[in-house]
């Protein structure tokens, strides 16, 4: 054979065990990622399981030193929680070491971590799901609303007020002298409003107790007796007493006269309702009562019980009712 010739056979032989080499190697590497990929879960795990495929078919070193060369430094995984880099150096290292059984189990054990995080995460979102629906469906929970449009303007002027009395406290901090005076101020308007509180409520008492002691000497005097204290205290210049003694002369009179019951229970406003327009069958020549009568009450109100001042006029109309209801004036 011409030394040309043998030369071409040995080049074609060569290229074709090359390319018969290097085409098993292909077919028998997946696809092991790149540094830029991003992968979830699932899918991270179906690509170890084929990285862990390979391996369990006992790759030979050179089919293993090729698996090495194609993987990247690190393997990005992105969850719902968080983006993690799973470093391939612990893979790597047991691929150059050409020990393809710790190489799949350790394939083998990131693969089953996955799964179990991809399946424990579809269960424990559905739980949860489960357990928040639960707890909202519990009777403290039904009143559970967003707030409404008044307790949304009842907070907003809430935060108004707390700004402001923030500023004025802040304010008083920087003046103290200030601020002690303020804070004096509010105790003496304090003590003012208890002691006024407790004027008023002593007044009202004098008041009923002056009504009591009244009604109290009722059943013991006459009408005529009534008319003579009036005049008594007309005389000194007691007219609010003379005008509360001329009702009262006015009510026994018509007590003797059978127009109004002998009962001290009743107030001015209920013997006046008591009263008719016209008088009963034994006054029938009588003049109205309820006129004059009225006219005494409402004087009554206004002097006595409202404690407005009473003059010699209010005495001398007093006076003129009595007359009208049928009492003699000496």
């Known amino acids: 054979m011409k030394p ?92 150059a070491a050409k020990s393809s059984t710790k190489a799949k189990v350790w394939v083998d054990h990131l693969a089953t971590e996955m799964e179990s995080f991809s399946t424990a995460k579809a269960i424990d979102t559905r739980e949860t799901r489960a357990e928040l629906e639960h707890i909202l469906a519990r009777p403290e929970f039904t009143g559970v609303r967003p707030p409404t449009p008044w307790e949304l303007l009842r ?14 406290f802040r304010a008083i901090g920087r003046h103290p002298i200030g601020g002690e005076i303020l804070f004096w101020l509010i105790i003496l308007a304090g003590v003012g409003g208890i002691a006024l509180a407790l004027i008023r409520y002593l007044a009202s008492r004098d008041r009923m107790n002056a009504l009591t002691k009244g009604e109290s000497m009722v059943t013991a005097r006459l009408w005529q007796e009534w008319i003579r204290a009036a005049r008594e205290a007309a005389n000194r210049g007691d007219f609010r007493e003379a005008v509360h003694s001329a009702y009262w002369a006015g009510i026994v009179k018509l007590e003797d006269v059978g127009a109004l019951p002998r009962d001290r229970t009743k107030t001015p406003r209920e013997y006046l309702g008591l009263v008719t327009q016209e008088p009963a069958t034994a006054l029938a020549s009588a003049p109205p009562v309820r ?36 009492c003699r004036l000496e």
């Open 4 to 95: 040309s010739l043998l030369c071409v056979l040995i080049l074609v032989c060569t290229a074709g065990s090359q390319a018969a080499f290097y085409g098993e190697q292909g077919a028998a590497l997946p696809h092991a990622g790149s540094a830029s990929a991003v992968y979830d879960a699932t899918s991270f795990a179906i690509m170890l399981r084929r990285i862990a495929g390979v391996l369990q078919k006992k790759p030979s070193p050179v089919q293993m030193t090729a698996l090495r060369d194609s993987l990247p430094e690190s393997w990005t995984v992105s969850t719902s929680d968080r983006t993690y880099s799973v470093s391939t150096e612990q893979l790597r290292n047991e691929l």
């Open 155 to 168: 907070q907003r002027i809430t935060d108004w007020l707390e700004r402001q009395l923030d500023k004025i």
């Open 291 to 326: 006129e004059p009568l009225a006219a005494l009450t409402s004087r009554l109100e206004r002097v006595w019980y409202a404690n407005r001042g009473a003059g010699p006029e209010d005495f001398r109309e007093s006076l003129k009712q009595l007359e009208a209801l049928g």
